[in-house]
């Protein structure tokens, strides 16, 4: 495991590589795969969220819990899925509170590529998971690494937008300082807590509106569609 391929967060985050539980992690990764168990995303795609949104980029963070366990879905961005791949309820309902906040149209397709390309931090808490297996990776060390990546946006940027949507993410957004960033918080997009909070949360004008007032260009939300 490494970050060659992102230099912006190499200073604050490569000496983890050399602590105990990230050389167990990676024992226990290398295990799972000589033992045949298919893992998803594929290891190239393992820290995709900081190579396409370096760190003097992030202006929002969003926080997911575990990479999608089906095949052709997970590709290292949370909520996000490959181009030709169904778009999952979570994401519908985030599309949803888009239209219906902002006017905006829902694409044909799952892949948030463009947002993170912006300075949007599509962050999972874990990095990995098992072929079928929800969670299997969870209490593995991934969450330790993840904290590590939550502090450093915390300590190293300014006026940041968090969303932290459910519990987990808001647990796990807890250290956030929110003196120099803003915390927005809802129940979580799924379709078993979407209605109790998120849709109707306003999130994506209210963090626009934060970014413009501190001086920095919006989000361009819209997703275009893909041919």
Known sequence: MALEKAPSWQ????????????????A??????????????????????????????????????????????????????LPEVKTPPSLVNIYKELEADLGIHRPNHGYLEYWAEQGVLLLNAVLTVEDSKANAHQGKGWEKFTDKIISTVNEQCNEVVFLLWGGYAQKKGAIIDTTKHCVLKSTHPSPLSAYRGFLGCRHFSQANTYLEQHGKSQIDWQLPNKV
């Not at 200073?11 to 167990?24: I, P, S």
């Not at 594929?42 to 900081?50: G, K, P």
């Open 11 to 26: 200073a604050h985050l490569n000496g983890e590589f050399e602590k105990d539980y990230m050389q167990m992690l990676n």
């Open 28 to 81: 226990f990764l290398d295990n799972e795969k000589e033992d045949g168990k298919v893992i998803y995303p594929h290891s190239s795609n393992w820290f995709h969220a900081l190579e396409t949104t370096p760190l003097n980029e992030v202006k929002v963070v969003i926080i997911g819990q575990d990479p999608y366990h089906q095949p052709n879905q997970a590709h290292g961005l949370c909520f996000s899925v």
